[in-house]
């Protein structure tokens, strides 16, 4: 290694020096590095290999949990709000690009939340959010929320899987 490869070395981000045996005259020292082991690096290997496997690991059985948690998976129906799963029937309208012209229509879907009552959002962007029920639509599956946000109303449109009535 000459000292113009060390110096271009030495200057990239993250390395800190070299580790090994000084190279050069007293005013021009370089350390001229010593190659690592092929045992060591088997080890790094190995040791990068088990953490990637713990990570997958544990991916998928946050999955799993996830999975455990939807009763939709599982064909359990909630209390709060019943739904007709066994009669979803889900129809694509194939049409051209875009997100208006591609449409899911769900039939035979209901609910049991009563008009102008307090939901409670349990997944979505408005996760954790209460808010009034304002309508469904039995089509898409859509139930339309009115949120108070910075003192007004909003309105959203929300998947009926994810909201469940407030006990209050």
Known sequence: MNKEVHDF??????????????????????????????????AIFKQAKVEQ??????????????????????????PLVSQ??????????????????RKEKIEGMTISIKLGSTVQVMSGAFAGFSG???????QTGLATVGFTLFGKETLADIDAKEIVAETS
């Open 9 to 42: 070395i030495r200057e990239c981000d993250g390395v800190g020096g070299f580790i090994g045996s000084k190279v050069g005259n007293t005013k021009r020292q370089i350390n001229k590095p010593r190659p690592v082991d092929e045992d060591d690096m088997e």
């Open 53 to 78: 496997a713990k990570a997958d690991q544990a991916f998928e059985d946050e999955q799993l949990k996830a999975e455990a948690s939807n009763p939709e998976k599982l064909g359990v129906d909630s």
């Open 84 to 101: 007709n799963i066994a009669q979803t029937k889900a129809s694509k309208k194939i049409g051209g690009r875009g997100r208006k012209s």
């Open 132 to 138: 009034t029920f304002k309508k469904f639509d039995s």
